[in-house]
């Protein structure tokens, strides 16, 4: 009887640990700015089984809608260890689009990885250097993405101007997302 209590315990735990190890992270380049590392693995903690069905073809509105499920009863038990319900849930949404966009355009962000690399090369040499911060290597790099569309692109005169009248290039914005992908792993 205790031989098969404790091979049955074992058993579980091996369960529980293979769940656990299989779960998805939040990609570190989808976060909004202001998240926070610890709140970044708060919501991996709770909803990385959500993010592997995502990239076995859940749907968007279905994963946001488990994912948002369980951060409101999550914050209405109070078990958000302080985060609020709207930082967890942005960083929930961020992680579910861009696993669903991978998911949708595999060829999309293989294709470009190394476009997005060759663009913002000197970016990331000024970044690995020291000679900018990480929030200027950002926008250099968001300012060389429009640039390559357009290459007469000036930000400080664009920005300037009143929001209807700016001339921005229409990018996808996934771009941007390598773009971070490749300075946060430099």
């Known amino acids: 009887m205790k031989k098969s ?7 579980v ?8 190890v299989s779960a998805a992270e939040v990609p570190r380049e989808s976060t909004p700015c202001n998240a926070t590392n610890e709140a970044i693995v708060f919501v991996e903690s709770y909803i990385g089984d ?6 076995n073809g859940l749907g968007y509105s279905d994963a946001r809608a488990k994912s948002n499920r369980i951060f409101f009863d999550a914050f209405i038990k109070g078990q958000t260890n302080g985060y609020s319900y709207g930082e967890l849930v942005d960083i929930a949404n961020c992680a579910i689009w861009q696993y669903r966009d991978m998911y949708l355009r595999p060829d999309f962000y293989t294709n470009n990885l190394e476009k997005v690399r060759v663009i913002i090369a000197p970016v ?7 000679k900018i911060s990480y929030a200027e290597a950002e926008f250099n ?3 060389r993405i429009y640039q390559s569309v357009k290459p007469d692109f000036n930000p400080d005169a664009e920005y300037m101007k009143d929001p209807l009248s700016r001339d921005i290039p229409s990018v996808d914005n996934s771009l941007f997302i390598l773009a971070r992908k490749l300075l946060l792993s430099s």
Not at 13 to 20: D, H
Not at 50 to 55: A, D, N
């Open 5 to 11: 209590i404790i091979s049955i315990i074992s058993i």
């Open 13 to 20: 735990s091996v369960l529980i640990r293979s769940f656990s």
């Open 50 to 55: 959500i993010l592997t069905e995502v990239q």
């Open 141 to 143: 790099a968001r300012t």
């Open 124 to 130: 990331i040499e000024d970044y690995k250097s020291g």
